[in-house]
Each structure stands twice: as C-alpha cells, then as structure tokens.
C-alpha cells in the first residue's frame, strides 16, 4: 500500500493550501478514499470522504471551505482548503475511506496562524 500525501505548510488564517495524495494504483481504482487529520494531543479524526463515482462527505467543521476531489488516471485525491482556521493546524494524512488501512504514511502538516 502507497499513500502519500504532499502539499502542506505555513498559512495565515484565511489562507489556501492544495494537498494531494498519491495512492498505490492497486487500491485508488476500487477505494473510496479519504482525507483524514491529527491535530497536537487529539485523536485522528475524518475530514472529507469521496467515493469512486466522485460523491463526497464532509465533516461539518469544514463544509463550505475545503473540497475533496480525485483524478483516477493519476491515483490522486486532492483537498482543497480554503478559508484555513488556526484549529485546523493539524498532520493530514489520506487513506481508505470508512474503514482506513492500517498503513497510514506520514501525512502532510498544515500550520495556520491567527
């Protein structure tokens, strides 16, 4: 299994970042997949889901700011943040939708400064 995620950084609040995840070719094709975070001293926790046909699920803190997309001829799954708070500083790492592998990759951090 490959997940890697790439594209995080130092934001001010109100900024953008793009994060992308490369996802091994094997999974990417039959997977939902889905962008999850892990902000300092707090559990992982689900962000935004997309399924194979493109439907998406968001956890209400970010409906409205971030978009989650994919490219199945890349084996890619985009997110999209816009209008970044302070508590969405976090590692986002991207995986299996609903049920994630157990493999996670190192994700990617997200800083936003107020």
């Known amino acids: 299994v490959q997940l890697q995620a790439f594209g995080g950084g130092l934001v001010q609040s109100g900024g953008s970042l793009r994060l992308s995840c490369l996802a091994s070719?094997?999974?990417?094709?039959?997977?939902?997949m889905g962008w999850y975070r892990q902000a300092p001293g707090k559990q992982r926790e689900s962000v935004a889901y997309?399924?194979?046909?493109?439907?998406?699920m968001y956890q209400d803190s970010v409906k409205g700011r971030f978009t989650i997309s994919r490219d199945n001829a890349k084996n890619t799954v985009y997110l999209q943040l816009n209008s970044l708070k302070p508590e969405d500083t976090a590692v986002y790492y991207c995986?299996?939708?609903?049920?994630?592998?157990?493999?996670w990759g190192p994700g990617t951090k997200v800083t936003v400064s107020s």
């Open positions: 997309i399924t194979t046909d493109g439907s998406t």
């Open positions: 995986n299996r939708a609903y049920v994630p592998f157990d493999f």
């Open positions: 070719g094997s999974i990417f094709s039959i997977a939902a």
